[in-house]
């Protein structure tokens, strides 16, 4: 009887292991597809433009001083082939604080991504690999010089968003 009752334990506990054999875990335990982006913006201002003449050719120079660098945008992921599961993947705000230098460090899923920067018209996309790290860097010009004949202007209601991702990452 004693074997009997050890036999039908076994088998009890057995069971579980064996109707789990072969199959894959639940997707939830699989660990994230993810690539590390820092963003970082910096601000200036021209205050001033001066006019530079070399060999009768007049060019303006700008002068700059920091300007306060607070910005934000939004990630938004972007359906590719590259996802190869369900895109679960959803829109994150990107917010830089005002001190220069201060950057965002995101975890971002694998797949392609597009910046969109009020105030900018163009769309930026880069693609996130597993594991990667790199850095886009926005920036902003506030003001900017135009010249006529041979004088230079300040022209106060310019401001040029540009935004530098780099070219392997571009999409």
Same mark, same amino acid.
């Given at each position: ?7 039908? /334990? ?6 579980? /292991? ?10 939830? /335990? ?15 201002? @021209? ?5 530079? @003449? ?23 992921? @972007?359906?590719?082939?590259? @996802?190869?599961?369900k895109d679960s993947r959803e829109a994150v705000p990107l917010k830089l604080a005002k001190e220069a230098g201060h950057v965002q460090k995101l975890d971002l899923a694998v797949g392609i991504w597009e910046l969109e920067w009020p105030g900018r018209s163009d769309k930026d996309r880069f693609f996130v690999a597993d ?22 202007? /300040? ?17």
């Amino acid at each position: 009887m004693r074997i009997f009752k050890a036999t039908i /334990l076994a088998a009890i506990v057995s069971i579980p /292991l064996v109707s789990a054999a072969g199959q894959q875990p639940p997707s939830s /335990l699989e660990p994230a597809r993810t690539g590390t982006v820092t963003f970082s913006h910096d601000a200036r201002r @021209v205050t001033a433009c001066t006019a530079k @003449v070399e060999q009768t050719k007049t060019t303006c120079v700008p002068t700059r001083q920091i300007a306060e660098a607070t910005t934000s945008a939004m990630l938004r992921p @972007v359906a590719s082939g590259d @996802v190869t599961a369900k895109d679960s993947r959803e829109a994150v705000p990107l917010k830089l604080a005002k001190e220069a230098g201060h950057v965002q460090k995101l975890d971002l899923a694998v797949g392609i991504w597009e910046l969109e920067w009020p105030g900018r018209s163009d769309k930026d996309r880069f693609f996130v690999a597993d594991r990667d790290e790199f850095s886009v860097k926005l920036s902003t010009e506030i003001g900017g010089c135009t010249k006529k004949k041979n004088e230079c202007r /300040l022209k106060t209601d310019r401001t040029r968003l540009e935004v530098s991702i780099p070219e392997r990452c571009r999409r």
